[in-house]
């Protein structure tokens, strides 16, 4: 399921191991959470995301891109976070 150049919203932890079968493929845009490029708020929302990617592939190895999981989405933090800093 390629949404990536789609208008949709949500969040990718809404997705459940038994939700969408026959999914073989899934890329999401940056307005869904957890999506490609997808801005965190807080470093402390990570582990949820990362636990829903590893169910998700638990389900179908092969659900995501390699180049996507080897640069973690493109995820990154927001720099209106408060978990953000300049080194």
């Known amino acids: 399921l390629y949404l990536f150049d789609a208008f949709v919203t949500g969040d ?14 899934l ?4 307005t869904v959470h957890g999506g490609m490029y997808y801005m ?9 995301f990362m ?8 389900r179908t190895p092969d659900l995501f891109d390699a180049y ?9 933090l927001s720099k209106d976070s408060a978990d953000w800093y300049d080194w």
Do not use: C, G, N
């Not at 990718?12 to 493929?25: G, K, N, V």
């Not at 890329?27 to 940056?30: A, D, E, F, Q, Y």
């Not at 636990?51 to 638990?58: C, G, V």
């Open 27 to 30: 890329s999401l845009p940056r």
């Open 40 to 48: 965190f708020h807080s470093i402390s929302d990570v582990p949820s």
């Open 51 to 58: 636990h829903t990617i590893h169910l998700l592939m638990q």
């Open 12 to 25: 990718i932890r809404d997705i459940q191991e038994h939700d969408f079968p026959a999914l073989e493929y």
């Open 68 to 76: 996507s999981l080897s640069v973690a989405f493109f995820w990154r």
